[in-house]
């Protein structure tokens, strides 16, 4: 590590200078907790270390109706806090599954998402409140939707030259909620997690045996560790919308969202497991949403 040259500016375009000077060379730091294990078992030697803890892109914040959420927020804080908790509290729900203390305390939201696990537990709850990244470099910003940031294992559309700011989520109509399924009850990386965000919409019908409220008016499914990028299931949301939902259909559709992905076998779990524990998953967080008794 010796010859490694080391940067911690105390301002962002300090810090996109670097960016566009070193480029591919850089390597960012910020909570490490990915980073620092790879350097300490010579997988990764970085020419460049840019450390961005001082850039004060620790905050979350309501800006114009939308939740505001710095790059360098902690996991911790994201756990507890009440305004996160108020608009998506499935997000909370995925801070609160994420490691262990000392991980979510050090580990930040945009390091989570720039290294791209298809495991991520952020990423399926960002996917369903239609969330943006906000990227920027010397030549100005960018937004680019949550959906489209993903493009494989550990990639993503993020430029060499370009810093993750901060994340973008607008209002969100509806309920959310987070799952997840590990190899143990806590500390694990995902086999399966899900994100879901359904609106359900009071039903006028005067036939009696549909009840009140069982009608999906707008609906969001996202998986995690079951494709090589968190997915969307839009299939599956384009079967709940506008339909009266009960146990049977909602099984239908959770079946829909786990035949849109492509999970594998890996050290956590089968292709095969994968898609029945997936199945099972969906239909638990699509009946707890919905209020729909399984």
Request: proline content about 4%; charged content about 25%.
């Amino acid at each position: 590590m010796k010859d490694v040259k080391y940067f911690a500016p105390s301002r962002t375009e300090e810090a996109l200078q670097i960016l566009a000077e070193y480029r591919e060379k850089v390597t960012v730091l910020a909570g490490g907790t990915v980073l620092v294990p790879k350097i300490n078992y010579y997988e990764l030697k970085p020419e460049v270390l840019l450390y961005i803890g001082k850039l004060d892109l620790d905050y979350i914040r309501a800006e114009d109706g939308k939740l505001i959420i710095g790059a360098a927020t902690p996991i911790s804080r994201l756990a507890v806090s009440t305004l996160v908790g108020e608009r998506v509290s499935a997000m909370t729900e995925a801070a609160r599954q994420c490691g262990c203390v000392a991980i979510r305390t050090t580990a930040t939201i945009g390091g989570n998402l720039a290294n791209a696990s298809p495991a991520s537990d952020l990423a399926t709850p960002l996917l369903i409140t239609d969330a943006d990244l906000i990227l920027a470099n010397v030549r100005g910003r960018r937004t680019v939707p949550i959906n489209s940031f993903f493009t494989g294992p550990g990639k993503t559309v993020l430029k060499s030259d370009e810093l993750i700011l901060g994340i973008s989520i607008p209002p969100v109509k509806g309920k959310t909620l987070f799952l997840k399924l590990g190899r143990r009850k806590a500390m694990t990386l995902s086999v399966v997690n899900v994100a879901v965000r359904l609106e359900m919409a009071e039903n006028n019908s005067n036939t009696r045996r549909l009840s009140t409220g069982t009608i999906c008016k707008d609906a969001c499914i996202a998986l995690g560790s079951m494709s090589p990028t968190p997915l969307r299931c839009t299939k599956a949301e384009g079967l709940l919308k506008g339909k009266t939902v009960d146990k049977a259909f909602l099984a239908r559709c959770a079946a829909e969202a786990v035949a849109e992905s492509n999970p594998i076998d890996d050290g956590r779990a089968t292709a095969w497991y994968r898609k029945k524990a997936g199945t099972a998953i969906v239909t638990r967080a699509l009946a707890q949403v919905s209020g729909v008794q399984i």
